[in-house]
């Protein structure tokens, strides 16, 4: 054997790959990458109709398996919604889920009521609405039973904290109750109810008869304590 076939057989013995996989990813996907894995757990969702996400949310369209096995690591499931434009984290554990007292579910079902009028009985495309019919709705329509009524603080806390998960966008005002309220299609993931009996019948058990006074959990798709 030659001096010359040694030493290419002896060189290519120390030959090494590149990582394939994550491991191999350029800067700007990884940069990218970590980026959606923040909006995710911080938030629960990925809207591609946010003019500010829209680039976000058609790299993680391109690139879903990256996205699902870096937010597996962190337990979470990855949902995408192409006709809503939405990537959604779904928590696999019940320790990932946000447990909502009794004043921010009540809330809560009451936008996804409002959203359902507009988008299903109304046939609209967005759900518009402001603080102070909020408010009214819940007062006058959907939960009269309830006897403590939500101070304006409190209502803003919960408004705001859905607002910070992507559940509606809030447009601050002054007086308060003139605030406007978009509701988010990521809410009817959040509270998956197929029909209006399933919401009635959710909100049945905060009232007085029902004897429930801690609220429920929801199944919310990241919490804020991640």
Do not use: C
């Amino acid at each position: 054997m030659s001096d010359t076939t040694m030493d290419t057989e002896e060189t290519s013995a120390f030959v090494t790959e590149a990582p394939g996989g994550l491991l191999g990813l350029a800067q700007s996907d990884r940069d990218r990458l970590a980026e959606a894995i923040q909006e995710l757990l911080g938030t629960g969702s990925i809207q591609g109709l946010d003019p500010g996400r829209a680039a976000l949310y058609h790299w993680v369209r391109q690139h879903d398996e990256w996205v699902r096995e870096i937010a597996g690591l962190s337990g979470l499931d990855v949902a995408i919604h192409h006709e809503e434009r939405l990537v959604q984290a779904v928590p696999r554990a019940a320790a990932l889920r946000l447990r909502l007292n009794q004043d921010a579910t009540l809330v809560w079902l009451a936008l996804w009521y409002a959203g359902d009028v507009r988008w299903r009985d109304e046939g609209a495309d967005q759900a518009f609405l402001s603080v102070g019919e909020l408010a009214d709705l819940l007062r006058d329509q959907l939960l009269p039973d309830i006897a403590r009524p939500l101070t304006r603080g409190r209502l803003r806390e919960i408004l705001r904290q859905a607002a910070r998960l992507n559940l509606i966008r809030l447009s601050p005002a002054e007086p308060f109750e003139e605030s406007g309220i978009e509701i988010m299609p990521a809410i009817r993931r959040v509270l998956p109810f197929r029909e209006l009996a399933a919401w009635q019948e959710m909100a049945a058990r905060f009232r007085p008869e029902a004897g429930d006074e801690e609220g429920v959990d929801a199944e919310e798709d990241a919490s804020e304590d991640l």
